[in-house]
């Protein structure tokens, strides 16, 4: 019995992750969650603005730009980086600071597939779907969904419908500072405005940038 239910549980995982592999979602779970009671915000999406693009589409300065934002050692973790973790609590004990230490692939799996909010179950559900994504997608790939996904305000996902929105210009033409800007606001994309930054943008901004010429800029990207 415990055996039928291992491989089922394995077979549902496949049929929800692998597809993707190939396939562009035609929704998320955050998207639908905006359009419903909205993500963030008390007030649900009149319609969510969204447009996907192929990683071709995409100027290379953005991935970059949101690795060195969000999850440096993205080329080699297996979707958990134990190492931002540990950190994160020294971080929380010495100077009672709390910060998120998700990975992108952690961050992907919750936008696409679970619910806004923190429980022991999604946390659970989040770590098994992130395995199964690394295991069956490539790093571009993972990538390549999670800019097309990634919640930049109330109501605009991904990087297309953000780039013409905040810069009205394509996600192909965007500027290493546009990038930069983008990516400074995810850790809190409701909170955090693109179009009026706060101080703290504005600073991540510049961190973000001289992070990104500390890995050596788009060439780093030859890594995934």
Not at 61 to 87: K, T, Y
Not at 109 to 135: D, F
Not at 148 to 154: E, T
Request: one cysteine or more; a positive charge; charged letters at 15%.
């Amino acid at each position: 019995m415990l055996t039928v239910m291992l491989v089922s549980v394995f077979v549902v995982t496949l049929l929800i992750t692998l597809p993707f592999r190939w396939l562009s979602p035609p929704t998320t779970s955050f998207m639908l969650h905006a359009g419903i009671s909205g993500v963030g915000t008390e007030q649900a999406c009149a319609s969510v603005n969204q447009n996907w693009v192929d990683w071709e589409q995409i100027a290379p300065v953005v991935p970059l730009a949101v690795i060195a934002a969000e999850d440096q050692n993205f080329p080699s973790h297996w979707g958990v980086d134990f190492g931002a973790i540990s950190a994160a609590m020294k971080e929380r004990r010495s100077e009672g600071r709390v910060r998120g230490a998700s990975t992108i692939t952690q961050q992907l799996v919750k936008n696409m597939y679970l619910w806004p909010g923190q429980s022991w179950l999604r946390k659970a559900l989040e770590a098994w779907l992130t395995l199964s994504v690394e295991i069956t997608w490539s790093k571009q790939r993972i990538l390549e969904l999670y800019l097309n996904i990634v919640q930049f305000d109330a109501c605009t996902f991904g990087v297309q419908a953000a780039s013409r929105r905040f810069f009205h210009r394509t996600a192909s033409s965007l500027t290493g500072w546009q990038a930069a800007r983008l990516a400074a606001v995810l850790p809190n994309p409701v909170r955090y405005r693109v179009d009026q930054p706060t101080d703290y943008v504005q600073q991540r901004t510049t961190w973000i940038l001289q992070q990104m010429r500390l890995l050596g800029g788009t060439q780093y990207l030859r890594s995934l």
